[in-house]
């Protein structure tokens, strides 16, 4: 007889991963924020700001216009740095 956990470890393992990052939407722009909640995009917000010189530390990253799609599919570019960053809401750009 097989045993109950090692079903269900089977099943476990083949579920797809729930925990997959969502990417950003090619042709908008996000603030880093909100690029964090979207996935995990930290790592590739510090590479792009530390790319062009600009701050890495967390609030700097959170407050930067990034554009989603440049360079491929969910990838990001850095825009600039923001005094404020709004949320443009659901389907629309942020903004600075």
Same mark, same amino acid.
């Given at each position: 007889?097989?045993?109950?956990?090692?079903?269900?470890? $089977?099943?476990?393992?083949?579920?797809?991963?729930?925990?997959?990052?969502?990417?950003?939407?090619?042709? /908008? @722009? &996000? +603030? !880093?924020?909100?690029?964090?909640?979207?996935?995990?995009?930290?790592?590739?917000?510090? $590479?792009?700001?530390?790319?062009?010189?600009?701050?890495?530390?967390?609030?700097?990253?959170?407050?930067? /216009? @990034? &554009? +989603? !799609?440049?360079?491929?599919?969910?990838?990001?570019?850095?825009?600039?740095?923001?005094?404020?960053?709004?949320?443009?809401?659901?389907?629309?750009?942020?903004?600075?």
């Amino acid at each position: 007889m097989v045993k109950l956990s090692t079903i269900n470890l $089977a099943v476990v393992c083949a579920l797809p991963s729930l925990a997959t990052a969502a990417k950003c939407t090619n042709g /908008l @722009y &996000y +603030c !880093g924020y909100n690029l964090k909640k979207k996935g995990d995009y930290v790592g590739e917000m510090y $590479a792009e700001n530390k790319r062009v010189g600009a701050p890495t530390d967390n609030i700097s990253l959170w407050y930067t /216009l @990034y &554009y +989603c !799609g440049a360079g491929g599919d969910g990838w990001i570019r850095f825009i600039g740095n923001c005094d404020k960053c709004y949320d443009g809401g659901a389907g629309q750009s942020d903004y600075c």
